[in-house]
């Protein structure tokens, strides 16, 4: 089994992580509502997805 020779330093491990960040999520506005809602995906508050309504919400 292969085994590392010398330890690897801090710096080559922290160049590896470098890209290990968590980003937020994108979020757009609604064209219809004007809520906040995730990309490609229906609305959540008015159900509309590319300018036509896919999920009938209820008045209450």
Do not use: F
């Not at 080559?12 to 509502?33: F, M, Q, W, Y």
Request: charged share 35%; glycine share 6%; proline share 10%.
């Amino acid at each position: 089994m292969a085994v590392p020779k010398r330890r690897q330093s801090a710096s080559r491990g922290r160049k590896r992580r470098s890209h290990d960040a968590i980003t937020l999520p994108n979020v757009v506005t609604c064209p219809e509502c004007g809520e906040p809602r995730l990309p490609h995906r229906v609305c959540p508050e008015c159900g509309y997805y590319k300018g036509r309504e896919v999920l009938a919400r209820s008045e209450d």
